[in-house]
């Protein structure tokens, strides 16, 4: 019982972090829980593609394919990363054995580091983007790369907001202990007989057993999953400038 006080307590605490606290429908019977279905952003009206290396006629067109190149280069290679992280978080058990959680944790750091180092470096590849479309040859090159940089550079922020959610479900997985089946069997009985709380509205006592790690992987991946859909959004219309941006210096 005083598992479940706290268990449900932890849950509550997860709320204010706003990553992976979606609880899973569960049974005490050891079958598989439930799990929405992962939601799958919209894909960009125009894909972001790499910056083509070509040889540079100008001195200004080969800063444009430098920092212009790297900053695409380094957005395309965050998304693979996040794709990767959704797989990860959908098919991981953190619940399995004490090794499997602690497996988890170095896993959830190294994803939060690669990402986030990843899209603040290319960051400032976009600020350097910015810088040398000043001395671009036309105005309309000048806005397209402008319009270029800032869309990216809105994508890669976004990318580190996503890499500190998976930072903070990190951080919640290193603090609180798998559950076993055993244990996640108890909880259900003592929510069968546990009184309704002033903040439950739902006296099943499936939906007042407080989710394992696991499933708390499997709600996290689903909000990440929609959480990008904006990321892709700033692609889509950096994508729309390329042509105009990048074009005038193949020519």
Not at 28 to 56: K, T, Y
Not at 99 to 109: N, V, Y
Not at 116 to 123: D, E, G, K, M
Not at 144 to 149: D, E, G, K, S
Request: hydrophobic share 40%; with cysteine.
């Amino acid at each position: 019982m005083a598992r479940f006080r706290t268990l449900t307590q932890m849950a509550s605490a997860l709320v204010a972090l706003g990553f992976g606290c979606g609880a899973a429908t569960a049974s005490p019977s050891g079958g598989p829980p439930e799990h929405a279905a992962v939601a799958s952003p919209a894909p960009p009206s125009a894909p972001l593609r790499l910056i083509g290396r070509v040889h540079a006629r100008t001195a200004f067109c080969q800063q444009v394919y430098d920092h212009g190149g790297l900053a695409t280069a380094s957005t395309l290679h965050g998304d693979a990363d996040i794709d990767d992280d959704l797989k990860w978080l959908n098919t991981t058990d953190l619940d399995a054995t004490e090794l499997a959680r602690q497996h988890g944790i170095a896993e959830l750091s190294k994803r939060f580091t690669t990402l986030r180092s990843r899209a603040r470096a290319a960051v400032d590849e976009t600020k350097a983007l910015r810088d040398v479309a000043e001395s671009a040859p036309t105005a309309q090159q000048k806005d397209a790369l402008v319009a270029y940089a800032n869309a990216l550079g809105g994508a890669l922020h976004r990318q580190m907001v996503l890499a500190e959610a998976i930072s903070r479900f990190m951080m919640y997985v290193n603090l609180h202990p798998a559950v076993s089946q055993q244990q996640r069997d108890e909880d259900y009985i003592a929510a069968s007989y546990t009184p309704l709380g002033p903040w439950e509205h739902s006296a099943d006592p499936r939906d007042r057993v407080p989710p394992t790690l696991t499933e708390m992987a499997r709600s996290a991946a689903a909000e990440l999953a929609v959480r990008r859909a904006p990321e892709l959004g700033d692609e889509s219309r950096a994508a729309d400038q390329a042509e105009a941006g990048f074009t005038p210096c193949t020519k």
